[in-house]
């Protein structure tokens, strides 16, 4: 039986971090971004979020070109499509390339009008086992080195099970020092979102001495074989985000030995279908994954959550509570970490209901499109 979609809503939102994100790329504090709303013929609402930024920083997309493709692309190919599930969707995408943002936004809320179709919670049909899972939260980077001190104490009290800190050149060994001597045994992870060369091989080499649980991303996002002799080099795992795009990446990056975990982030690589892919592979090899994240309103992170149920998620994801990033989210309840623990909510699809008042409140502009 096909999904009958009738009509798909395309939402843009302004919303305020509550605390500036500070990263070697840039800084993220007001939230431009899409929410895409799948409604069928029964009156099903599937919900998916696009997460690129108004700058091309983390990677190629922006929201204006989320825009573009969402509304002249792939839009178009749902309005005439007949799709009986949501996993054929990669594949009708597959004549439109990269642009796998804008791609998981519409393909992710394919999903959730499924699984509400299908009146099941998205984390069982995607094969999730487990209705709870353990959590860690990412903080940017601090003016004052002892507010970050102060927030890890905070989270790390909180519950959360490890904390992750972007660094950069000039930002690094001296901070994890200052850290280590704080907190000799909690679990951490460092990002540098790109911001290395390997000429910087032998400072790299000194966060050896603070046993990291990995170091995400030192290179560039095209630098495989430069990862690869880093990983050589070094005893820390290193783990890739902004280099995966899709499975065929992380075989690439295995094969040349690039690193040793990776980071999965449904929106990166082109929506829940290809997630899954990498996560069955990467199980199938011994690789160990976790879900990133993308500083996300409640709807894409509770896309975010149910793909996390999944059994080999076996580090704990950036995936704070909502009150972490915002004043007030579009779902409800809004999520909520408990000793560093999310617990599944067991409604159909992604489980949370929208805040249509703050869904309102929070949009700038809509558009509605029909089959
Ligand atoms: O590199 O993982 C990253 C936020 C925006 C862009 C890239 C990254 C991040 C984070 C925060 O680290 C993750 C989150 O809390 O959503
Ligand atoms: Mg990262």
């Not at 409604?39 to 108004?54: K, L, Q, T």
């Not at 899972?133 to 989270?155: H, P, T």
């Not at 091989?201 to 991303?217: A, G, H, P, V």
């Not at 993308?294 to 909502?322: Q, W, Y």
Request: glycine residues 6%; negative net charge; hydrophobic residues 40%.
């Amino acid at each position: 039986m096909s999904l009958n979609i009738k009509t798909i809503n395309l939402y843009r939102l302004n919303m305020n971090l509550r605390n500036p994100f500070v990263t070697s790329f840039g800084t993220v504090q007001a939230k431009d971004f899409f929410i895409v709303e799948v409604i069928d013929a029964a009156d099903n609402r599937g919900y998916g979020e696009s997460v690129a930024f108004n700058t091309p920083w983390y990677t190629a997309e922006t929201v204006e070109t989320t825009k573009h493709v969402l509304r002249d692309f792939l839009i178009p190919i749902i309005q005439t499509a007949t799709i009986n599930h949501p996993s054929e969707v990669t594949d009708l995408f597959a004549t439109i390339k990269q642009h796998h943002m804008a791609k998981a936004a519409l393909e992710s809320a394919i999903w959730d009008v499924y699984a509400k179709q299908s009146k099941l919670p998205l984390y069982q049909l995607l094969g999730g086992k487990r209705s709870k899972i353990d959590v860690g939260v990412s903080l940017g980077m601090e003016e004052n080195f002892a507010d970050l001190l102060d927030k890890i104490e905070q989270y790390n009290t909180q519950g959360y099970k490890r904390i992750k800190l972007k660094i950069m050149p000039g930002h690094d060994v001296e901070i994890l020092q200052q850290v280590r001597n704080k907190f000799p045994k909690i679990d951490i992870i460092v990002d540098a979102n790109g911001s290395y060369k390997l000429s910087d091989l032998e400072t790299l080499k000194q966060l050896d001495q603070f046993e990291l649980m990995m170091i995400e991303q030192p290179l560039a996002e095209d630098a495989l074989l430069d990862h690869a002799t880093l990983q050589k080099a070094l005893q820390t795992p290193i783990c890739l985000d902004e280099s995966i795009h899709s499975l065929a990446d992380v075989q690439i990056a295995m094969h040349l030995g690039s690193c040793r975990i990776i980071n999965i982030k449904q929106a990166r690589v082109g929506g829940i279908t290809e997630a899954i892919k990498i996560h069955d592979y990467c199980l199938e090899h011994d690789i160990p994954v976790w879900c990133g994240g993308m500083l996300e309103s409640g709807i894409g992170r509770a896309h975010n959550i149910a793909l996390s149920t999944l059994s080999n998620f076996t580090i704990p994801g950036d995936i704070a509570g909502s009150s972490h990033y915002f004043t007030e989210d579009i779902i409800t309840p809004e999520v909520v970490v408990e000793d560093g623990v999310i617990t599944l909510p067991d409604a159909p699809g992604i489980g949370y209901e929208i805040n249509q008042a703050a869904l309102d409140k929070y949009t700038v502009e809509k558009e509605t499109f029909h089959t």
